[in-house]
């Protein structure tokens, strides 16, 4: 289920705020310059190819495109039995800024993107048909997990594709990982 956790930047060990609820987590990124949305996903076999997935979405992608001015589309899927997961992992786990939107539709599996937005970071564990746009210049990471298992739709300006530029804070290791979040409830 996705869930939203609200973090005290400053003093991360106390107890988040915690909410499960699809539209209030909508509205509480929203206030915050995040776009959150729940899509309907395709019936899509378990070995769909990117192509197969790209093709499925291909009207959300043109919509995304024409609103935000996105080049490209590709498709980024990750197993447990990938031998470079903890590699993969560790590249993402860091606190980071991008110099454009990062747009991911969760097609199947989890993730959480940290969100470092003023005083808080706002934890949010996406699922299959969540679609998140983490706004250019927003701090934040992202947690696959231990056993990363998911399949995402990435949309992007640059065509170079994901390009990080990192803050060099250590916030992301003060707060608690994927293993500590996951089915975090209310």
């Excluded at 110099?99 to 937005?117: N, T």
Aim: aromatic content about 10%; some cysteine.
């Amino acid at each position: 289920m996705t869930t939203l956790s609200i973090f005290d930047a400053h003093n991360p060990e106390a107890a988040p705020a915690v909410t499960e609820d699809a539209g209030e987590i909508g509205q509480l990124l929203q206030r915050k310059g995040v776009r959150f949305e729940r899509w309907p996903t395709q019936d899509l076999a378990a070995d769909a190819t990117p192509e197969q997935i790209l093709e499925a979405y291909s009207l959300e992608i043109a919509k995304l495109k024409a609103e935000r001015g996105f080049q490209t589309a590709d498709v980024i899927s990750l197993n447990p039995d990938n031998p470079q997961k903890e590699a993969f992992r560790k590249k993402f786990l860091d606190e980071h800024t991008h110099s454009e939107d990062e747009v991911r539709f969760f097609v199947r599996g989890q993730g959480i993107f940290y969100l470092h937005l003023g005083d808080q970071v706002f934890a949010v564990q996406c699922q299959k048909n969540d679609l998140i746009s983490v706004p250019e210049g927003t701090r934040h990471w992202f947690d696959m997990g231990p056993e990363p298992e998911f399949t995402c739709i990435r949309l992007f300006t640059n065509p170079e594709g994901w390009v990080a530029e990192f803050t060099r804070e250590d916030i992301a290791g003060r707060l608690p990982r994927f293993e500590a979040l996951e089915g975090a409830t209310v």
